[in-house]
Every structure is written in C-alpha cells, then in structure tokens.
C-alpha cells in the first residue's frame, strides 16, 4: 500500500477517534455533570436532560460523519498531505463548536429549572490524603528509573556510536521502511533523540505527578466511598502513565538504534510505533469509560449511590463551554476535568497561566525558526 494511503488512514483514525471521544462524552465525566455543566443526579434521568444528551450525539453524528469521509477523499485528490494536518484542527472545532451549542442549551434548561439552588454549598477536603500523597499510588516514582535506565542506554549509544556516523546521518524512515531524511553529521544530531526521550520522560512524570497530587473532589454525602474511588481512579492512571512512558522510551532507542546503524531492519519502527500508539489511544479510551472521571464510573462492591445532589455549584468558575477553570482564590494549579478524564490547569494562577500560555509561545518560536 502507497505510503501516502496509509498516512491517510493513519490519520482518518485519529479523527475517528476524536468522534467517538465526543459521542462518548456523556459516559465518561462525573455522574452528575453533563457537558461541563453540574446537574443534580436525580434530574439527569428527566426527559429534558436525555433529550439534551440524544440531540447532542444526533448532531455530532450528522456533522463529524460526513466529514470524516470527505476530508480523506479531499486530501487525497489535492495530493497536499499537509492539508489533513490542518484538517485535524478543523476538525477538533467543528466538534468543539457542536459541543459548546448543546453546553449552552444544558445552561439554559439549569437555569429555567432553577437547578443551581439545589446544591449543598459544602466542599470536603480529605486531609489525610493531602499529608499521604504517596501511599494513595500502587506505583511509585521508583519505577521511573526504568525508562531513565532506557535513556542511559540510547544516549551512551550515541556517544559510542558517534565517531562511526556517516557524514549524512538517516533520521526519518517511509512506512515501507526506506530512508527518506537525513541530516548533517554533529554531535546534535547523534543526541537528538535521547533529547526528546528525555523530554518525553519530563513530560509523562509532570502528568503522573499531578494524576496523583492534584486536588480530588469528595461526594459531600458519602466521602469515604467517593475517597476509595478517586484512589483507585488515581491509581491506575498512574500505572498507565509509567507503561506508556516505558513503551515510548522503548520505541526511541529502537529509533536511535536505526539512526546509528546498529540494528538494519527498519520495518520495526512501524511495528513499535503502532504497539505504542494502540496502547495510547486505546487503553485510554477504555480506562476513561470503565473508570470514570474521579472513578465515577467504577462499580464497586458496597458502593452507596450518591446521585441525588451535589456539592456546590461552581459552574460560574468554568469559562469557555465549562472547559476552563479560572479561580484566583483557588491555590491548586491542577483540578479535575469538568470535560473528559484527566486535569487540567487552574487558569487563575499566575503559574497556571504561565503552563498554558507557554506550549502556545514555544509552538509560534517553532514555526518562525522552521521558517
């Protein structure tokens, strides 16, 4: 199959999966928030809310489908690959836009329903869990050394390696495995992938560090099974986090083992490379329905439902369709999702700010030094 197809259905896969991580939506936040919006557990079973949820699927399907066919089919006649690139963006737009629609007329129908006078306006905080961070994750940060140990190696390689380098080094491979980009030889070049194994590794710890770390929302009506549940949510998110940070690492040093010539079978970067990106995509869209924001989702044994209120509505703290937090009188850097699974940054520190501006400036310095 023509390289060029494959792209293509490489990346008709991640718009796929973009779709159904929306259609999906509803099933993996917390129980009782809807599209980024707080609603109390015993009115999401209503008409009018399930409604809500059929119109924003319907719409999603009717618009992100068709789409999904014809950017492929566009892409490939134009014969500019780069044009699915910028498809990726649009496409992540379109969806945003049909979602922040059906987040507004989620807002409405709370308030014509008076609904945001049904919270209890208490906050629990576990303290103990705040003083015993470590104990709350099945894997210790001592298990990063095997991906450090990983680095070592790629990185003593290249320096082995260094004085046996052609004078023209290969760097990117085609999917059928033949060369198809090379570089000048420099010490640079040598160490440009243990570089990016490295930031990898700094990337992936920050997230695990936060996904056990960060601030957990407790059900104010049944703290002790919404604690046994943010653990367990915390738990194996951390676990998946190391895993993936191993796959990675492991997938580089292959890489650099190719650029140094040490291995000559160049067909196993596509094989790693899928093994790495399945893991990625799919194990995560398992854990966030089986699992839950927060370990929503999670049926356990003796578990008490606590559906029927909530504890203080904060959705004015929310901005941009509730996917942004922004409180200044909040210390904590890193909350929950209202959206999807995971954190995300506290908007109204200046540090928090800082986190979410700064990929933005990297990406524009990216572009005008590639220029």
Known sequence: MPEKMITILFYWFTLLILLILQILTPEITRKNILLGVKIPGDKMKTEEVKNIIKGFRKETLMVGVPALILTPILVYYLEYIYIFDISIF????????????????????????????????????????????????????????????????????????????????????????????????????????????????????????????????INSRNPEDSLRRNIIFRKVWSIYFIILLVLIEVFFTVVNMLVLGIIKYNALINILGGITFGFAIIVSVILSIVVGQGGDRLKLKDSKETLSDYDIDDDRLWKLGNTIYYNPEDVSIFVEKRVGVGWTINAGRPIGMAIMILPIIIAILTIIVVK
């Open 90 to 217: 649009l496409y992540l737009g379109l969806l945003f836009t049909i979602y922040l629609r059906w987040n507004k007329k989620l807002k409405k129908l709370k308030e014509e329903n008076d609904w945001r006078y049904l919270s209890k306006g208490v906050v629990v905080v576990d303290m103990k869990f705040s003083r015993d961070k470590a104990k709350t994750t099945i894997i210790s940060r001592k298990w990063f050394i095997i991906p450090i140990l990983i680095i070592v190696i790629s990185t003593l390689l290249s320096i082995k390696m260094y004085p046996f380098l052609p004078d023209k080094v290969a760097t990117h491979w085609d999917w059928k495995g033949n060369i198809d980009g090379y570089m000048d030889k420099s010490m640079f070049t040598a160490l440009l992938i243990p570089m990016r194994q490295f930031l990898m590794a700094i990337v992936l710890y920050i997230t695990y560090y936060f996904s056990i770390t960060a601030k957990q929302q």
